[in-house]
């Protein structure tokens, strides 16, 4: 690999900037490929790629450096304001993960999001924000459930037998 250093000697390489156009053009393939392809996101795509290789071959590293520069500023700027968005994006996710385990509510005081156990009965959840308790119903435990099986299959038994001694009778 001796003939890429020295062919990059002097080259900017690759930075942040070049690594999210890469992972942006692939995201665009992707999607759009799902809905059959599309001309345009395609093009889009290339003239990513072709900016991507266009700026780790370049010379000029001061401008290129600016680029990254900008990019990194404006990338901070939309994390700083899309931290409650990627909140709700990551306990959404959380809670479809633990759908069959867990049950999440929110605080009635503080409308903190609080996970709790599932099919627990009612129990009674302190919230470990602000201490406020309320009471939430988390599904039916397993012994309720197994209680309610068995009454549902001796309800069947008995119908079952009821019919036997309908036909019985003719
Ligand atoms: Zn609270």
Redesign the pocket.
């Known amino acids: 690999m001796n003939w890429l250093r020295n062919f990059m000697i002097g080259r900017y390489g690759t930075d942040s900037l070049s690594l999210f156009l890469l992972v942006l053009s692939i995201i665009i393939t992707f999607v759009t490929s799902i809905f059959g392809g599309n001309l345009i996101t395609l093009l889009i795509s290339y003239a990513m790629w072709g900016w991507v290789i266009f700026r780790t071959l370049s010379r000029n590293i001061a401008a290129r450096s600016k680029e990254n520069e900008v990019f990194l500023t404006g990338w901070r700027w939309v994390m700083d304001h899309t931290v409650g968005f990627r909140g709700w994006v990551k306990t959404e996710g959380n809670r479809f993960r633990d759908r069959k385990t867990h049950k999440y509510f929110r605080?009635?005081?503080?409308?903190?999001m609080?996970r709790v156990p599932k099919n627990k009965g009612k129990v009674r959840i302190i919230?470990?924000?602000?201490?406020?308790e309320f009471i939430r119903s988390t599904g039916k435990s397993a012994a309720q459930k197994a209680k309610e099986e068995q009454q549902r299959a001796e309800k069947a038994a008995q119908k079952a037998a009821k019919k036997a001694e309908k036909t019985g009778k003719h």
């Open positions: 605080c009635p005081t503080c409308h903190q609080v919230c470990p924000k602000c201490k406020n």
